[in-house]
């Protein structure tokens, strides 16, 4: 059963510590997606990939935000140093990424990371 | 600027009492509306693709349809396992066309009492 693994589960952090999430999308995907989850703003897009290179991570605070994928098996999302208004679930999606075709750009998600900074 | 807007926020049904939730979005050259089910604690469970007007999808108790400005996710008959947070997302109108990020509306809480 092809799933994306997320890891942590949870993390709990004092303000000022680096955070690193990791997600490792289905294989054969080439397309990688950081979405945040909040009560008030929902899902938001913080950055993706397609096949390892950065597409757009206009979402994403430079300051203290970086994702990277250092190959195709993991993608990475930093955050440094973590303040308490990052305290959010943080999903991976994956997908295959074809131009527009009909049931090629499905996102499959990630059960997500709980980050709560304190 | 591409919106996606849902309602209503949350809604309460009686097991077996059927309803809608409504979809709406504003963007241009639509290339596809996805729902997808988020449960409590899980990430969101891809559910169905639409891709032009008067298309429909069905799963057991779930019916997804489409016109040019909104979609409807119909529940028939809902069980108590139905309750789940409904969402529905649209590509964001980038990259011409290819896999960029889909812009989620921020959700239907369903809770289906028994």
């Known amino acids: 059963d092809a799933r994306v693994t997320q890891t942590p589960r949870h993390k709990v952090t004092e303000m000022g510590q680096e955070v690193t999430m990791r997600c490792q999308p289905i294989?054969?995907?080439?397309?990688v997606f950081w979405y945040r989850q909040t009560m008030m703003q929902g899902l938001e897009l913080l950055a993706y990939?397609?096949?390892?290179?950065?597409?757009?991570d206009s979402g994403m605070p430079k300051d203290r935000f970086s994702a990277e994928m250092p190959d195709a098996t993991l993608a990475t999302l930093k955050i440094q140093p973590s303040e308490p208004r990052d305290s959010a679930v943080y999903f991976c999606?994956?997908?295959?990424?074809?131009?527009?075709?009909?049931?090629?750009?499905?996102?499959?998600f990630g059960a997500g990371t709980r980050l709560s900074v304190l | 600027e591409d919106q996606v807007t849902q309602s209503p926020e949350a809604l309460r049904l009686q097991e077996g009492e059927s309803s809608s939730l409504n979809c709406s979005y504003t963007?241009?050259?639509?290339?596809?509306l996805f729902w997808y089910r988020q449960d409590p604690g899980k990430g969101p469970e891809f559910l169905f693709t639409?891709?032009?007007a008067g298309e429909e999808k069905e799963k057991e108790r779930l019916k997804a349809t489409l016109t040019k400005k909104e979609s409807f996710l119909h529940i028939t008959a809902p069980k108590p396992e139905d309750s789940a947070t409904y969402l529905c997302?649209?590509?964001?109108?980038?990259?011409?066309?290819?896999?960029?990020?889909?812009?989620f509306g921020k959700g239907t809480k369903l809770s289906v009492k028994p």
């Open positions: 294989l054969g995907h080439n397309t």
């Open positions: 997302a649209v590509p964001a109108q980038n990259y011409g066309g290819s896999q960029g990020n889909l812009i």
């Open positions: 963007v241009s050259g639509l290339r596809g």
């Open positions: 999606a994956s997908g295959l990424g074809d131009r527009g075709l009909k049931g090629k750009n499905i996102q499959y």
């Open positions: 639409l891709y032009s």
């Open positions: 990939f397609r096949n390892r290179a950065p597409l757009d």
